[in-house]
């Protein structure tokens, strides 16, 4: 530490104001650590001369507040990497401070200029970038002892992170009297050590998103900054070893393979978190899976029926317990199924298990509601959350579809009109379906935003590949509860669809429940409605079909009714109808299954309970019933059956001729009984 070349880089770099100051810090410094050695291996308060308690005798223009001046010198032009213990401590000051002394230091000002212009390009205020930059690159270069921003590297990144984990756990055991603010009068918050964390993390996140952008680095920055990603902790804590060993392969397994969704082997983790938690509360003499039997199962099944929620107090919702059950009963199966150790390798759950829902009809939101709603949507401040509600509510996308909308996702037909490209998600098929105007608008900003930016595109597992999302500020998904969740109750609140407890009676789904019905009632085909709400089987869409109410409600009454308004009815089944000779369960039935019934002529009345027809004697079985409606139909088929036995004729087929005739005459005199003009 020669102090000829330290004065002179004072002289050449600080200003006059500054350099006496600094020596006397230095020589200070010097004085009480002659050795660089000893103050690395000296206690943290020591290292950093206490500014609140001064060494007695100091100098008054030096010591401890000069100190980093110093040491970012020591570091940056010497090569001396300081580690993190001693940079997380109040007395830390960033290099990037003085623009002066960082040019003396070796960082290249214009590079570190332009790396907070591109944060602010990817959504940090000018503040917040630089505030950012300065706290977590000067903290990476100082460690470094390397000036050269070029050269940070991700281990550099994962080494700072896992620093930071550190000394929270050592600030949580011990009190680091350095740790806290330097200044007195400064109101400190209700937790120092997770705001310590939750800031320093924060600013480590926004500098790992701007390597990530400019190619530095290939690993894409975390999503959440308050909390470690959900795969370093697979298995529960206090679960067995060789349980742990099981779960963590299981579900690593299922994540690196692609075997399924993330959110599924979330669940999965979450339901073998429930398993093995009861097992250390009620058996705790288990340690491997081995060891559970049909007898364990049933006991736990017993166990989850009585269980409640974590945040609401009332019991499991059955759905929930539904995916415990069959996700537990995969896991078994699976494992079994795959040889492994220390596993059941026997059937636990069955089908039987798995607890029944009822199934029920879609809810989709009235039209007044929906009125009501989307106004107050229109007047959300938030440009994200507005247009991703209407999104929603015009394209029936599911929210995980939306928030995950890439920028090519808009285009349009051959006539202009808007077409919208969804992504692969539970369905694991990409669909590009019809979009209303007022959506595409809502989405156009969004678009070219997130176009202005050029961020680097993140690895979307879903499609395999990188993409550029729409959804995306500070180079992080918005997460569904701030785009659907949060927006909902703001929008809701204002439109005052809130039930008794003050919850919003819209939830995000439901707009997926109205664009299927409103395709239903609208007369759209079942594959129309597949497609545009991204189903694999028709069994959902079939759901659909069960018209509302008054739909099937005035289609019952134009249809079996008419005779009311001088409609004619025909056929073998008309009599009992104007007699009123069907009893009640038969209206019934008939009023929510009348679509049900159609023939190509007329049709059938035949009951459920009746059992299936077994004749083919349409026009004159007893149940069998027309409307004028089908009077174009009927003369089409007469005319057939006309044409029919003029060929029979030629042919000399006296037995068809006579059999087409009957028909014929039967279909007459349906013509007749309608008040339509016979033909002959």
């Given at each position: 530490?020669?102090r000829?070349?330290?004065?002179?880089?004072l002289?050449?770099?600080?200003?006059s104001g500054?350099?006496?100051?600094?020596?006397?810090?230095?020589d200070?410094f010097?004085?009480?650590?002659?050795?660089?050695?000893?103050?690395?291996?000296?206690?943290?308060?020591q290292?950093?001369?206490?500014?609140?308690?001064?060494?007695?005798?100091?100098?008054?223009?030096g010591?401890?507040?000069?100190?980093?001046?110093?040491?970012?010198?020591?570091?940056?032009?010497?090569g001396?990497g300081l580690d993190?213990e001693?940079?997380f401590?109040?007395t830390?000051?960033?290099?990037?401070?003085?623009s002066a002394?960082?040019?003396?230091?070796?960082?290249?000002r214009?590079?570190?200029?332009?790396?907070?212009?591109?944060?602010v390009?990817?959504?940090?205020?000018q503040?917040?970038?630089?505030?950012?930059?300065?706290?977590?690159?000067?903290?990476?270069?100082?460690?470094?002892?390397?000036?050269?921003?070029?050269a940070?590297?991700?281990?550099?990144?994962?080494?700072?992170?896992?620093?930071?984990?550190?000394f929270?756990?050592?600030?949580?055991?011990?009190?680091?009297?350095?740790f806290?603010?330097?200044?007195?009068?400064?109101?400190?918050?209700?937790?120092?050590i997770?705001?310590?964390?939750?800031?320093?993390?924060?600013?480590?996140n926004?500098a790992?998103?701007l390597?990530?952008t400019?190619g530095?680095?290939d690993?894409?920055p975390?999503?959440?900054?308050?909390a470690a990603?959900?795969?370093?902790r697979l298995?529960?804590?206090?679960?067995?070893?060789?349980?742990?060993?099981?779960i963590?392969?299981?579900?690593?397994?299922?994540?690196e393979?692609?075997?399924?969704?993330?959110?599924?082997?979330r669940?999965?983790?979450d339901?073998?978190r429930r398993?093995?938690?009861w097992?250390?509360?009620?058996?705790?003499?288990?340690?491997?899976?081995?060891?559970?039997?049909?007898?364990?199962?049933?006991?736990f099944?017993?166990?989850?029926?009585e269980?409640?929620s974590e945040?609401?107090?009332?019991?499991?919702?059955?759905?929930?317990?539904?995916?415990?059950v069959?996700l537990?009963?995969?896991?078994v199966?699976e494992t079994?199924?795959?040889g492994?150790?220390?596993?059941?390798?026997?059937?636990?759950f069955?089908?039987?298990?798995?607890?029944?829902?009822?199934?029920?009809?879609?809810r989709?939101?009235?039209?007044?509601e929906?009125?009501?709603?989307?106004s107050a949507?229109?007047r959300?401040?938030?440009?994200?959350?507005?247009?991703?509600?209407?999104?929603?509510?015009?394209?029936?996308?599911?929210?995980?579809e939306i928030r995950?909308?890439?920028?090519d996702c808009?285009?349009?037909?051959?006539?202009?009109h808007?077409?919208?490209?969804?992504?692969v998600?539970?369905?694991?098929?990409?669909r590009?379906?019809?979009?209303?105007?007022?959506?595409?608008?809502a989405?156009?900003?969004?678009?070219?935003l997130a176009?202005?930016?050029?961020?680097?595109?993140?690895y979307?597992?879903?499609?395999?590949r990188?993409?550029?999302?729409?959804?995306?500020?500070?180079?992080?998904?918005?997460?569904?509860?701030?785009?659907?969740?949060?927006?909902?109750k703001?929008?809701?609140?204002?439109?005052?669809?809130?039930?008794?407890q003050g919850?919003?009676?819209?939830?995000a789904h439901?707009?997926?429940?109205?664009i299927?019905?409103?395709?239903?009632?609208?007369g759209?085909?079942?594959?129309?409605?597949?497609?545009?709400?991204?189903?694999?089987?028709?069994?959902?869409s079939?759901?659909y079909?069960?018209?509302?109410?008054?739909t099937?409600?005035q289609?019952?009454?134009?249809?079996?009714?008419r005779?009311?308004?001088?409609v004619?009815?025909?056929?073998?089944?008309?009599?009992?109808?104007r007699?009123?000779r069907l009893?009640?369960q038969?209206?019934?039935?008939?009023?929510?299954?009348?679509?049900k019934t159609?023939l190509?002529?007329?049709?059938c009345?035949?009951?459920?309970?009746e059992?299936?027809c077994?004749?083919?004697?349409?026009?004159?079985?007893s149940?069998?019933?027309t409307t004028?409606d089908?009077?174009?139909?009927?003369?089409?088929?007469l005319?057939?059956?006309q044409t029919?036995?003029?060929?029979?004729?030629?042919?000399?087929?006296?037995?068809?001729v006579e059999?087409?005739?009957?028909?014929?005459?039967r279909?007459?005199a349906?013509l007749?009984d309608?008040g339509?003009?016979?033909?002959?």
């Open positions: 530490m020669d000829a070349a330290y004065r002179d880089w002289w050449r770099y600080v200003g500054a350099r006496y100051s600094r020596l006397y810090a230095y200070d010097v004085a009480r650590w002659p050795s660089l050695t000893d103050w690395f291996a000296a206690p943290l308060s290292r950093t001369f206490d500014t609140d308690n001064p060494v007695p005798g100091q100098h008054p223009h010591g401890a507040g000069m100190i980093m001046p110093y040491l970012s010198y020591l570091s940056l032009v010497q001396v993190y001693v940079l401590a109040r830390f000051a960033s290099p990037f401070t003085a002394a960082s040019t003396g230091l070796g960082i290249d214009g590079v570190f200029e332009s790396h907070v212009s591109r944060l390009q990817l959504g940090y205020t503040a917040s970038a630089r505030t950012d930059l300065r706290a977590a690159l000067g903290r990476l270069l100082l460690h470094r002892g390397n000036p050269d921003l070029s940070i590297t991700m281990n550099d990144l994962d080494e700072l992170r896992g620093a930071v984990d550190s929270t756990e050592r600030l949580r055991r011990e009190p680091i009297r350095e806290y603010s330097r200044s007195r009068g400064k109101r400190l918050p209700a937790d120092p997770e705001a310590f964390h939750h800031s320093l993390t924060r600013r480590i926004a790992h998103l390597l990530f400019i530095q680095v690993a894409a975390p999503g959440r900054v308050d990603s959900w795969t370093t298995a529960p804590v206090g679960t067995p070893p060789k349980m742990r060993a099981v963590d392969r299981y579900l690593r397994l299922h994540l393979a692609n075997l399924g969704r993330e959110q599924t082997v669940h999965s983790r339901a073998l398993l093995t938690s097992l250390r509360g009620q058996h705790p003499e288990i340690t491997s899976f081995d060891q559970l039997r049909r007898a364990h199962a049933e006991e099944l017993r166990w989850l029926g269980q409640t945040h609401t107090g009332v019991p499991l919702a059955l759905t929930t317990r539904r995916s415990i069959t537990l009963a995969r896991f199966n079994a199924a795959w492994w150790d220390d596993v059941p390798g026997r059937v636990l069955t089908r039987g298990d798995i607890p029944k829902i009822a199934r029920t009809v879609p989709f939101i009235p039209d007044h929906l009125a009501a709603l989307m949507v229109d959300l401040p938030d440009p994200y959350q507005r247009a991703a509600l209407i999104v929603a509510r015009w394209s029936g996308a599911r929210r995980d995950r909308l890439a920028i808009l285009d349009t037909y051959p006539d202009g808007p077409r919208l490209r969804i992504p998600g539970k369905g694991y098929t990409e590009t379906i019809p979009l209303h105007p007022e959506a595409a608008a989405l156009r900003p969004l678009i070219d176009r202005t930016r050029h961020a680097r595109g993140r979307d597992p879903s499609v395999g990188a993409v550029e999302h729409i959804f995306t500020v500070r180079g992080k998904l918005l997460s569904k509860a701030f785009l659907f969740d949060l927006a909902l703001t929008a809701c609140t204002t439109a005052g669809l809130l039930d008794s919850r919003p009676t819209i939830s439901r707009f997926r429940h109205t299927g019905t409103q395709l239903a009632e609208g759209a085909r079942l594959q129309t409605i597949m497609a545009v709400l991204g189903h694999r089987t028709p069994h959902m079939l759901i079909a069960s018209l509302s109410d008054p099937v409600k289609q019952y009454q134009d249809a079996l009714d005779h009311l308004d001088g004619a009815l025909a056929g073998p089944a008309a009599q009992a109808l007699e009123h009893d009640p038969a209206v019934s039935w008939l009023q929510t299954n009348f679509l159609e190509e002529l007329g049709h009345l035949r009951l459920p309970q059992g299936p077994e004749c083919d004697l349409v026009l004159t079985c149940k069998f019933l004028s089908y009077a174009p139909r009927l003369r089409a088929r005319a057939t059956e029919l036995i003029a060929d029979a004729v030629e042919r000399g087929w006296d037995h068809e059999r087409h005739q009957r028909t014929a005459d279909i007459n349906l007749s309608l339509e003009e016979r033909q002959h």
